[in-house]
């Protein structure tokens, strides 16, 4: 057996509890992908990401799930990013680039009393239509279709991770949600291994746009995810796309968490470019606890 030291990071809060847990394995290069799906297994957070020497960028990073690799993380690489400032790896450096499987993207960072904050560009938004049965979505979720906003459309979105965009009328739909995440595959027949994304414009602070909660594939061995960063990048680029047309940039911020005790806050700005858009999030992190995980070696 080989034991790997893992560092627990709360992206999207300053506050150790809060926010969204990820872990954290820096000097990862020695580790094969089968080692790296181990650790994240036994980790069990919705995401354990893997710092790694590139060719190309200041880092590489990737991401996984309890179940599977996935292409990019943003609660994650808030995490690492954080990891890598305060652990004084990146003294000096108020700018470095990720290389990720979605490609190189540029990460900023700004200084804010005793903490840091991390900016990250996401991938170029797509759009899929959902054009499975929206009765049946909403009961997966424990709603009914009444709960659903018809108004705005039911639509995958990506930055880097699909997920389905699910826009809900008020925001105490929000507690009576309970994901049947079994039914998910079958319901989401254009991407089974989509995660779900319901969302609304009632919020309970008010310096807050919109609402969320992120429930999880059931192939990434978890059920929900309590602030998510790429959800909440394509939820700006949404915005754009089906809410208001006439603007051409848009920033706000997203609460989530708060159904499970975990709430947190992420910053979106959204800009569009001559061809497409410029998709980026903003939030801060807390290191938790170091722990080290046993795997074959």
Request: with cysteine; proline share 5%; charged share 25%.
């Amino acid at each position: 057996m080989c034991a790997i030291q893992v560092y627990h990071y709360e992206a999207f809060s300053s506050i150790p509890g809060k926010g969204n847990p990820a872990g954290v394995v820096f000097e990862a290069d020695h580790l094969s992908e089968t080692a790296m799906q181990q650790i994240a297994h036994a980790v069990g957070f919705n995401e354990t990401v893997f710092v790694l020497k590139s060719e190309t960028a200041d880092v590489r990073l990737r991401y996984f799930t309890p179940g599977h690799e996935i292409n990019l993380c943003g609660h994650a690489t808030m995490a690492a990013m954080y990891g890598l400032k305060t652990g004084r790896l990146l003294e000096g450096k108020d700018a470095i680039t990720i290389e990720t499987n979605v490609g190189i993207l540029p990460i900023q960072f700004e200084q804010q009393g005793d903490t840091w904050l991390m900016e990250m560009k996401q991938d170029q938004p797509r759009f899929v239509p959902f054009q499975g049965d929206v009765e049946k979505l909403a009961k997966a979720i424990h709603l009914t279709t009444d709960d659903l906003d018809m108004t705005m459309p039911i639509v995958y979105g990506s930055t880097g991770t699909w997920t389905l965009l699910i826009p809900i009328r008020r925001l105490e739909a929000f507690v009576k949600m309970k994901p049947d995440s079994s039914q998910f595959p079958d319901i989401l027949s254009e991407n089974p291994k989509s995660s779900l994304h319901p969302f609304c414009f009632e919020t309970r602070d008010d310096d807050a746009l919109m609402h969320a909660r992120h429930f999880s594939s059931p192939y990434s061995g978890t059920t929900e995810d309590p602030v998510t960063g790429t959800a909440s990048g394509v939820m700006g680029a949404y915005y754009l796309t089906y809410v208001n047309q006439e603007i051409h940039e848009v920033d706000f911020t997203v609460e989530q968490g708060h159904e499970i005790g975990r709430d947190g806050k992420v910053q979106v700005s959204v800009r569009r470019e001559q061809e497409g858009m410029d998709v980026r999030i903003r939030g801060t992190a807390v290191y938790v606890r170091e722990m080290k995980v046993e795997i074959d070696s």
